[in-house]
C-alpha cells in the first residue's frame, strides 16, 4: 500500500546542485507523516540530513548541510524535495526518504529505497 520512491539522483561536480523528489502513494493522510531525508555512504551510518514535520512544517537539518540543503513537501501532490547546493565530495551516498508517524506509544517508518548522489568530477 504505502510506497515512497526517490528520483532525481546522479552524477555532479563538486560545487555543482541536484533536487531530489519522494514521491508517495497509499498514505491515508499524507499530512500527519513527518518527512526526512537520510544518507548513506558506504561504510557509514546511516544519517539525518534534513527533516521536515507534519502540522507545523517546522524543519532540521545536519549542521553540516545548513544554508546548503533545502526541504520542503507539497502536501497537495504527497511530494517531498530536497534541494542540495554546492555539493561536495564527501555527500556521495545512497539518499533515502522517510515518513515517520510517532505517538507517546508507538512510532512508525517507512522508506523508499534510495537514490545514488555521487559527487565527483
Known amino acids: 500500500q504505502v510506497q515512497l520512491v526517490e528520483s532525481g539522483g546522479g552524477l555532479v561536480q563538486p560545487g555543482g546542485s541536484l533536487r531530489l523528489s519522494c514521491a508517495s502513494s497509499?498514505?491515508?493522510?499524507?499530512?500527519?507523516?513527518?518527512m526526512s531525508w537520510y544518507r548513506q555512504a558506504p561504510g557509514k551510518e546511516r544519517e539525518l540530513v534534513a527533516a521536515?514535520?507534519?502540522?507545523?512544517?517546522?524543519?532540521n537539518y545536519a549542521d553540516s548541510v545548513k544554508g546548503r540543503f533545502t526541504i520542503s513537501r507539497d502536501n497537495t501532490r504527497n511530494m517531498v524535495y530536497l534541494q542540495m547546493n554546492s555539493l561536495k565530495p564527501e555527500e556521495t551516498a545512497v539518499y533515502y526518504c522517510?515518513?515517520?508517524?510517532?505517538?507517546?506509544?508507538?512510532?512508525?517508518?517507512?522508506w523508499g529505497q534510495g537514490t545514488q548522489v555521487t559527487v565527483s568530477s
Open positions: 497509499g498514505f491515508t493522510t499524507f499530512s500527519i507523516y513527518a
Open positions: 522517510n515518513a515517520r508517524y510517532q505517538t507517546q506509544l508507538i512510532k512508525h517508518d517507512y
Open positions: 521536515m514535520g507534519s502540522v507545523a512544517s517546522l524543519t
